[in-house]
């Protein structure tokens, strides 16, 4: 009678996949709070915005050369797999309990896009007080209008509903299913089959991605500069 192998710590989530999260998640909280208290502090909320800018191209980049989890491939929520999920009739490949399930992946990419427009139209908004995008001169009036209106509005209400139903969900797996998630994005490991593949995560990657971030951050810090 066949037996499934032992479970063991597989590494899932490599080390610049986690700081990516918990820096990320720090700077998503800074930002909304910089942005309420307003007045001196949204110097810092400039700031955090191009630290978010930053991160983002690291994880655009580091989805097609991270740790074998971290690469969009491994859990982009394509139709079938998206359905095979909701089925509960997984394929034997598709290792949903790993990383990302299509759901999550959804969430994930969601949050990624808003984000995105998020830090694009800060670069151009103006909140008609003191403080200005960098890259204002290059759009219209009414394009700056347009985008600081999604910026204060919509984009914030929007990102923050993402991160109540992250929470939500984190929550939901815990106590429903007995799935901790939070732990994985801490340690890195998670007890798995050991013939699931694990994330490379070696000096080597580390190196190679602190050597990217810090090429992203350079590109950051030279589209900011075209306003100068």
Known sequence: MSSDPPASGVRVWDLPTRLFHWVLAATIVGSIVTAKVGGNAMVWHMR???LVATL??????WGFVGGHWSRFASFFPT?????RYLRGAPRVDDHFEVGHSPLGALSVFAMLLLLGVQVATGLVADDEIATTGPLIAYVSGETS???????EQWGQWLIIAL???HVAAIVFYRVRQGRNLVGPMLAGDKPLPAHVPASRDN????LFAAILAAACAAAVGWVVSLGS
């Open 145 to 151: 209008r347009l985008a600081t209106a999604w910026h």
């Open 79 to 83: 139709p079938s797999r998206l359905a």
């Open 203 to 206: 000096a080597a990657t580390r």
């Open 56 to 61: 983002l191209a690291f994880r655009l980049v």
């Open 48 to 50: 955090l915005g191009y």
């Open 163 to 165: 991160v109540v139903l």
